[in-house]
């Protein structure tokens, strides 16, 4: 595709239930990123995909959060039991390879846990 | 520890020239990043500096000193479309090659 997108834009939900969020990588980029950026702070990293390679999990702040990438292409981030402190918005980034390339983000998505 | 540090915010007038500093404290170093983020919109990329010295790229210029473990990011000719966050990001190689970590960003305000 043309660049990096996700959905949804825009997720409101209640504190507790699960939500799940759509990365769509750049097309032949092998490399895929998940950032978090609550307002007005730095970008958090999450979590990283490479290849085939198993991922980096190291950044997750905790076991309610997961994410696979199917295929090596489309990422799905999981939050399970929403709590408030999860509402940010969540960052997707693909490169062509983990080394040294740029990264490029999505539009990312705005989650709001009531 | 990692440490990134940029001014929160900056003002500055259209037509004028603003430099906004980046310091950086990382337990190793392989390139620095500067993204510009207009208001809720997602990072893109403007500049990648890994050896000393100044890029060029238009009305950008971003510098870097690794002995000083620090960076700026130069904008000419000021318009007010360049009213955005501007993040600096440091790659720290670590375990692998591909940590970046990244400053809080600097929101710039230009005013006519």
């Known amino acids: 595709g043309a660049g990096v997108s996700q959905s949804p834009s825009n997720k409101v939900t209640e504190k507790g239930k699960d939500v799940e969020l759509r990365c769509d990588p750049i097309s032949g980029h092998t490399a895929l990123y998940w950032y978090r950026q609550s307002l007005g702070q730095g970008l958090e990293f999450l979590i990283y995909?490479?290849?085939?390679?198993?991922?980096?999990k190291s950044g997750l702040p905790s076991d309610r959060f997961s994410a696979e990438r199917t295929g090596g292409s489309v990422s799905t981030l999981t939050i399970q039991r929403t709590q408030q402190e999860d509402s940010a918005v969540y960052l997707c980034?693909?490169?062509?390879?983990?080394?040294?390339?740029?990264?490029?983000f999505g539009p990312g998505t705005r989650l709001t846990v009531l | 520890g990692q440490n990134i540090d940029q001014p929160t915010e900056m003002t500055a007038t259209e037509g004028a020239i603003v430099q906004i500093n980046c310091t950086y404290q990382t337990s190793g170093f392989n390139g620095l990043f500067w993204y510009q983020q207009h208001a809720g919109e997602a990072p893109t990329f403007l500049s990648y500096?890994?050896l000393d010295g100044l890029e060029e790229k238009g009305r950008f210029s971003s510098f870097l000193s690794r002995s000083k473990g620090y960076s700026y990011l130069l904008l000419k000719e000021l318009q007010m479309k360049d009213s955005a966050s501007y993040l600096c990001?440091?790659?720290?190689?670590?375990?692998?090659?591909?940590?970046?970590?990244w400053g809080a960003g600097t929101k710039l305000i230009i005013k006519p």
């Open positions: 995909f490479q290849g085939n390679s198993a991922p980096d």
């Open positions: 980034a693909s490169s062509l390879t983990g080394l040294t390339d740029t990264q490029y």
């Open positions: 500096n890994v």
């Open positions: 990001a440091v790659r720290d190689p670590g375990d692998s090659n591909y940590q970046l970590i």
